[in-house]
């Protein structure tokens, strides 16, 4: 194994963290955002088709960015033992494949991951590559609730 | 009773499109929604932002994102019977969504296809693309929504 593929824990699954959705916040968010009733009003989303109050799907992907970050900054940063300076990380480009497998029903706990899959050199800017990570969550009972491959820019060399 | 929406499965046609915005974006929502879910500093900073890739205080994609689904929700999805998403195809962040900016842009239905296992549902498939002032595009996205047929809310 590289010390790049070491640095960036290529084929690792790496539990970031956990976040329980309150009704509260799930209405704040989709009061803002995405005002559909089911994410607003518990009596409308009982006769929606989910059930019962369940978070945006936008606002379960933003608690994703939210548990990396403060992954990150409990974890540090990690060592650098390859030749040249350390590897830098820079805006995301995307994401492919977000699939919302299953409701986030208020009170749920979803757990975070991520697992870095490939590094690729981006075409059109010389020293920059693209890692791409599976980013997943999952609920109490183990179930798999949302996943997408997020993009990121990394400068190497 | 509650009204009966505009936009059921059956009203949509290929090629059909729907105008998105405008949204103008200010500093404090961008520092706002960083600060909760994508405290980088370029997106909580203005000097952090123009010394950053991105030129300038700049909203998390997640927040363009964000705002996206509220645009399309006002042009569409409020007055629907949208049952929800089960994802998105792709998202891509084209250019940075800077404080100051006008974001508007255009939902195209680009596929239509009736559920086999429930006759109540269709899926339609959406390209959404967002542009700021210039007309620079800043987001473009694909996805597939769930919409109710005109008959199961009759």
Redesign the interface.
Known sequence: MSALDQFLQIGETVVIGSHRFEAEEIKA?AA?????P?HLDEEAARK???GGLCA???HT???W??VN?RHLEAVGERAWTGEGPRPAF????????????KPTYAGSTLTYSRRAMHLRSHVARPGWNILTSLCEAHDETGDKVLE?ESDV?LKTG | MAKIPSWAFDDLALGQTFPLGPKHVTAEEIIAFASEFDMQPMHLDEAAGKASLLGGLAASGWHTCSMFMRMVCDALLLDSTSQGAPGVEYARWRRPVLAGDTLSGETEIVALRRSEKRPRIGYVTCRHRVWNQHGDIVLELENAGMFLTREAVA
């Open positions: 968010f803002k955002f995405d005002p559909q089911f929606s088709v989910f945006s799907g936008w992907v933003s608690v960015m939210q970050l820079g805006p995301s480009p995307g994401f492919r494949k977000l699939r919302w497998l997408f820019l």
